[in-house]
């Protein structure tokens, strides 16, 4: 009895605690994914457009 009444104090908590962890480190990753899509975005619209070469084939 005493060890499952242990086992559960110590079990429960931590269950929280992690949850919690959890919750925050994909908050952290969802933002820096954020970030890193509008970068890409902010780079590609600043590149210049790209001239398309036409080819002529010889006769």
Same mark, same amino acid.
Do not use: H
């Given at each position: 009895?005493?060890? #499952?009444? %242990?086992? *559960?104090? /110590?079990? @429960?908590?931590?269950?929280?605690? %992690? !949850? %919690? *962890?959890? !919750?925050?480190? #994909?908050? =952290?990753?969802?933002? =820096?994914?954020? /970030?890193?899509?509008? %970068?890409?975005? *902010? @780079?590609? /619209?600043?590149?210049?457009?790209?001239?398309?070469? !036409?080819?002529?084939?010889?006769?």
């Amino acid at each position: 009895m005493n060890t #499952t009444a %242990f086992g *559960l104090m /110590a079990a @429960i908590p931590l269950l929280l605690m %992690f !949850t %919690f *962890l959890q !919750t925050k480190t #994909t908050e =952290i990753v969802d933002s =820096i994914e954020m /970030a890193s899509v509008k %970068f890409v975005n *902010l @780079i590609r /619209a600043a590149r210049p457009k790209e001239v398309k070469k !036409t080819v002529v084939k010889p006769r």
